[in-house]
């Protein structure tokens, strides 16, 4: 899921996608709406084998139309996925992991660059700028 999700982000609409993957679109789509709680492990190496062939590629240099790179990147954007920098390779596949956003992930740092850049602010930033918050309105009420 994240590694389709992430190249949506870049461009790749479903049904190139689905020509290099040999899933079906509809497939594809339950895929990247997380509406699936298994897939194969043919699946898993499919989109895995996608993901590294394109993760670097430009959509529109590989035959994808403006007009339908960008409405993969509209619908990517809308839901907020992260884009394939954000993933470590070894860490992409963990349901734990987080997508490293802005390198400072997890810090208010991660947070103001998450706000500078017009990322969606991710889970780890979110907490760190609500713990640093407090002590904000406590030294505010000092001074």
């Not at 993901?51 to 619908?75: Q, Y």
């Not at 017009?118 to 904000?136: K, M």
């Amino acid at each position: 899921m994240r590694r389709l999700q992430a190249l949506a982000v870049v461009g790749w609409p479903t049904a190139r996608l689905s020509r290099e993957t040999g899933l079906s679109p509809g497939r594809l789509d339950r895929l990247l709406a997380a509406a699936v709680a298994v897939v194969s492990a043919s699946e898993a190496r499919a989109v895995a084998a996608a993901f590294t062939r394109l993760g670097g590629a430009s959509p529109g240099l590989c035959g994808v139309s403006h007009i339908a790179a960008r409405a993969a990147r509209n619908r990517a954007g809308t839901a907020g996925w992260a884009p394939p920098a954000a993933w470590d390779d070894d860490t992409i596949d963990d349901p734990a992991a987080i997508p490293q956003w802005t390198g400072h992930c997890g810090t208010t740092r991660g947070a103001d660059i998450h706000d500078r850049d017009g990322l969606p602010r991710c889970p780890p930033c979110q907490a760190a700028l609500d713990r640093h918050r407090p002590q904000q309105r406590h030294h505010a009420r000092r001074a």
